[in-house]
């Protein structure tokens, strides 16, 4: 399994970024996909994830700033960001999990917001 993520980058306080993870060596079709971030110092916290059938869910704090989506066709998916605030400051990581709840992550990629 291999989730690879890109997209991420330095971006100003109330700027956008579009995160991506391609996905291989699974049925992608069968696997809710999803992304989550860490701080330094903190916890993995949830971010947002959609199941293989469209249906999403936002943490509360992005939800009003961030959009999930995915492709079936092209086994990716992806994470509009806009309005960026500083404490958005993470790494991402893609997740893909199946009906056993079995997780795989991606390696990560780095989020700064600036002030």
């Known amino acids: 399994v291999q989730l690879q993520a890109s997209g991420g980058g330095l971006v100003q306080a109330g700027g956008s970024l579009r995160l991506s993870c391609a996905a291989s060596?699974?049925?992608?079709?069968?696997?809710?996909m999803g992304w989550y971030r860490q701080a330094p110092g903190k916890q993995r916290e949830l971010v947002a994830h959609v199941t293989s059938g469209g249906i999403t869910n936002y943490a509360d704090s992005m939800q009003d700033r961030f959009t999930i989506s995915r492709d079936n066709a092209k086994k990716s998916v992806h994470l509009q960001m806009n309005n960026l605030k500083p404490e958005d400051t993470a790494v991402y990581y893609c997740?893909?999990?199946?009906?056993?709840?079995?997780?795989?992550w991606g390696q990560g990629t780095l989020v700064t917001v600036s002030s």
């Open positions: 060596g699974i049925n992608f079709n069968l696997y809710r």
């Open positions: 997740n893909a999990m199946s009906h056993s709840r079995a997780h795989f």
